[in-house]
């Protein structure tokens, strides 16, 4: 499966923005669906997932309550509304199949990556 992020730019505190996740090659109800992202400084970090069907999501604790995952199966796309967004939050965000039972949060777990799109919050 080919993954293609976008909907990142630039965006100033307090603001939202909502990334799309695009997949082509395979039907993405497959697989469960995770966001991260990643900044020069730190490792790829976990930001949320959704089960394939879309009925159970589960999020870091520096998004919980701020960003919602969700998916639209019938468009092979996954989606991330981010709100309330803080500069810390600057990041390039990437999308990633996973098909490993349980609720994988390590990047280890998931196999294919989209190439990432940039999320920049100005304060």
């Known amino acids: 499966v080919q993954l293609q992020a976008s909907g990142g730019g630039l965006v100033q505190a307090g603001g939202s923005l909502r990334l799309s996740c695009a997949a082509s090659?395979?039907?993405?109800?497959?697989?469960?669906m995770g966001w991260f992202r990643q900044t020069p400084e730190n490792e790829r970090e976990f930001v949320a997932t959704i089960s394939r069907s879309g009925d159970s999501t589960y999020y870091a604790d520096s998004v919980k309550g701020r960003f919602t995952i969700s998916r639209q199966n019938a468009k092979n796309t996954v989606y991330l509304q981010m709100s309330s967004l803080k500069p810390e939050d600057t990041a390039v965000y990437y999308c990633a199949t996973s098909s490993v039972v349980g609720v994988p949060t390590h990047p280890a777990a998931y196999r294919s990556w989209g190439q990432g799109t940039q999320v920049t919050v100005s304060s």
């Open positions: 090659g395979d039907a993405l109800w497959r697989y469960r």
